[in-house]
């Protein structure tokens, strides 16, 4: 009889997958009793367990979260094959065969399609973009901004000291 009873009713069996969490699926079962618990006796008792509850799940899901992409950076680091596995889904899905897009400006009333003349025109722009900024500060010599306070700090605390060497570009 025992045997024609678990055939035709089996017992519901929990499914626990080898990525699974343990804590973090025993807490949102947590969250949902004491969210369905609430939702039938609405006392502040039962709403601050189910606040309880739901922030645990939550860190709970973070915590999962952070260790599930470390060790998928350990393995990353190991085999350079799963760099691409895990992180196709997030590159999207153009491709890199497209040709690049050509940039047209126009200058004065001319349209400039040289990618050459285009990639000047920018350069010069946005190198003039800031002469107006600042006025009698921006005009410091090379003795005073090699004094800054800010660049003296940068300096206390660089490990390399000739990472930190400071030129200035003089402009054309």
């Known amino acids: 009889m025992k045997d024609i009873v678990d055939e035709c009713f089996p017992l519901k069996k929990m499914r626990v997958r080898s990525e699974d969490v343990p804590s973090w699926k025993n807490a949102i079962r947590a ?7 609430y939702y039938k006796d609405k006392s502040a008792h039962n709403w601050v367990v189910k606040q309880r509850c ?4 939550t860190r709970q899901r973070r915590l999962a979260i ?10 990353v680091t190991r085999n350079s094959k ?14 890199c065969t497209k ?15 040289d990618q050459v003349s ?3 025109t920018l350069a010069c722009h946005f190198a003039t973009l800031a002469d107006i900024i600042g006025g009698d500060r921006a005009q410091q010599s090379e003795k005073q901004l090699c004094n ?25």
């Open 31 to 37: 969250k949902r009793r004491a969210s369905s618990k």
């Open 54 to 57: 739901r922030n645990e799940a």
């Open 66 to 75: 952070k260790q599930y992409w470390k060790k998928k950076a350990d393995e």
């Open 82 to 95: 799963e760099f691409f596995k895990t992180f196709k889904p997030f590159l999207g899905s153009t491709t």
């Open 99 to 113: 040709k690049l897009a050509e940039i047209n400006l126009k200058v004065n009333g001319t349209v400039v399609s």
């Open 118 to 120: 285009v990639a000047e």
């Open 148 to 172: 800054h306070p800010s660049l003296a700090q940068i300096k206390s605390h660089c490990q390399n000291k000739q990472a930190t060497t400071m030129s200035l570009l003089t402009q054309h």
